[in-house]
């Protein structure tokens, strides 16, 4: 048996960023960048007021001050001439401040009377303008890779970019497999059940940012599987559910070791969710994860999140763990690392007490797998606990 | 000036949750589950096995018993006759457990000869069998409102809840008013800047899970506002960017009112961000916002976040705070509730020093918003202080 950290490194060893591709920056958001992308202008392009009021030589602003009002500037439309001395111009929030003023008393604390103004109150030392290039100036850069944030998308409209270089979606096909299995909205036979993981995992993946086709299941037939791994050619990830382990009826590595993979089979020192067979098959990964519908799910948040990740060029795969504060205690664990199913609400944790993996109610209710490691003895409450949000 | 809260309340008191439409499961993750949804089977449906082994009676299991084996038990594969004193079932994981067997050895325990088994390791007291209805029964409820994460997703597959009852998505119309903007991909003028605000609050409101259309910029012309709000009808919620202060070139005001808004101004004691506008106009609710870009973005995390929050159905449309541990000192703040560009890692909060509202690239480097309660003291370092993930 190996660690968990083992095996992800195993599986992270056959996996390679995906090449990039130009989406328009109405789609970018929440892919991942996957080049740095520079400014070919400055921001704000020009001085601009941030405010209303009028525009002057900062050396001529005091009180009782007066002024002839020579013009206006408002956002989109510059005062084109150059202000001489005893000269303001009107000026609104984000207009261009006109060549030979650098200064903006703000309009509450002037008199206007036709074109002549007073500045009648105290107008601070405060020049109310944003000079040119203080946001970002040609060459700032927005550095790859980061999964783009609706800031990131506002910051490069800002610089101008509208097509984005972001890492390709991985393509993952996903093959339930069991002669039990049927789908959402047909009619289960008195010995059958719902294929349910491939609509977690569906749902799951596509929120990693891959691209998910659902293929037909896979019944407990060679020819069944080979149809299935056969409609799986052109993705860059496979993943079997079920069938992966070693009984009689456990097709999935005997079949993709004839059509040339070349497998590995681990036994991972955790729980739940032991057994995972992975291995390249033709250019694509093949990952076959455990068919109880809990050890699935739990091994697409520890395995199959990161391999996505990888794929999309992202840097933190393995997320850094969050902690929390148990609110009861917890018996010893066994020789395995335990993910439970747990509920973490304003720091505190509720690890659930039923951890049967057969029970996706369970799995429901939760929103964190608190992490056990191997051997950890009774922990009371009280205790900081790790856990990955799910 | 109101406080934000109070700002929050008046725009909740305009909106009301949408109807509910059906979604096929495969569609239905991030969605707001707007229905209860019952189980019309149980789950497992049959008493099943856990492992693969040999089902038999309980009261026969003991080490160095023999027994026959009269048939086989896989997963969708029932074994169809009664199983009698002194005989067994091959099982395989997942099958149903078959009649007159209430205990399945593992295949490990057993030594098998041709079609007689013995118990040849001691057996154990679990009986590997998983109950009828262990997970859920016929009934068993999953509790609208929630917003669907792939575990729901799963459990109704397992269900077999094929359409699901969802909110509506809101659709929001978003409005850049002002001659300076240009969209990205244009060539902009000399005094003139890219729409970044639109493209950020896009990316937003669809993560929240709102259908968004990006509308023409509106010029500083009535006629440009009214094709506009012309072109936003049957939104459920308009947002306009810049333009609705109360200076000379603010039009949005003036020409909702003729268009028949009951409008109301706030001045709202934040930073940044202080004036905000609010209405209904036709079917729709009107909002709108700063032309500043952070600020826009902070509004958007403040006020619209909750409200599309609120049409979705969801209970808890403020998030709860979370918190961290500032790494270094803050000034006291001033008189108005102060949302800071922070950056939070594993628990540690910097707070950005430049904090001038027109800086994407400052926002671009924050993935939090420290809040500041209005005239909160200087902090020292180790400080814990609220925050809103962004």
């Known amino acids: 048996m190996i660690t968990v950290e083992a095996a992800q490194d195993l599986l992270f060893s056959l996996v390679s960023p995906l090449e990039v591709e130009f989406v328009p920056l109405a789609n970018a958001a929440g892919r991942v960048l996957a080049q740095d992308v520079v400014a070919t202008r400055n921001q704000p392009p020009f001085s601009a007021s941030s405010m209303d009021g009028y525009a002057m030589k900062s050396d001529e602003v005091e009180l009782h001050a007066m002024f002839k009002v020579v013009g206006e500037a408002a956002a989109g439309h510059a005062f084109q001439e150059i202000v001489g001395a005893g000269q303001a111009v009107r000026i609104f929030t984000g207009a261009p401040v006109p060549e030979g003023t650098d200064f903006v008393v703000i309009q509450e604390n002037i008199t206007r009377r036709g074109d002549l103004i007073t500045i009648t109150d105290e107008p601070g030392t405060k020049s109310n303008i944003r000079a040119a290039g203080v946001d970002f100036k040609i060459g700032t850069t927005l550095e790859s890779p980061r999964q783009l944030a609706p800031q990131d998308i506002a910051l490069m409209a800002s610089m101008n970019i509208h097509q984005i270089p972001v890492t390709r979606k991985p393509v993952v096909a996903l093959i339930s497999t069991g002669d039990e299995l049927v789908m959402p909205g047909e009619t289960p036979g008195p010995d059958q059940i719902i294929a349910s993981n491939t609509f977690g995992l569906k749902a799951m993946l596509e929120g990693l940012g891959a691209e998910v086709r659902v293929l037909p299941i896979a019944r407990d037939t060679e020819q069944s599987l080979i149809t299935a791994f056969g409609l799986a050619k052109s993705a860059d990830l496979i993943v079997t559910i079920g069938g992966a382990s070693v009984g009689d009826h456990d097709l999935v590595g005997p079949v993709a070791k004839d059509l040339g993979m070349e497998q590995s089979f681990y036994k991972i020192k955790m729980r739940p969710g032991k057994p995972l067979m992975a291995g390249g098959l033709g250019d694509s990964v093949l990952i076959g994860l455990p068919g109880n519908p809990v050890s699935a799910i739990v091994c697409g948040h520890v395995f199959l999140a990161p391999v996505i990740r990888l794929m999309l060029g992202l840097k ?29 609400d304003n720091g505190q944790m509720t690890v659930f007490e039923n951890q049967d993996s057969s029970l996706l109610t369970v799995l429901a209710d939760a929103n964190a797998l608190a992490i056990r490691p191997a051997s950890d003895p009774a922990c009371e409450d009280g205790r900081r606990i790790h856990y990955l949000p799910i």
Request: charged share 15%; net charge neutral; no cysteine.
């Open 316 to 344: 933190d795969i393995v997320p850094t763990l969050q902690t929390a504060t148990l609110t009861h205690a917890l018996e010893a664990n066994g020789p395995r690392q335990h993910y439970m199913r747990a509920h973490v």
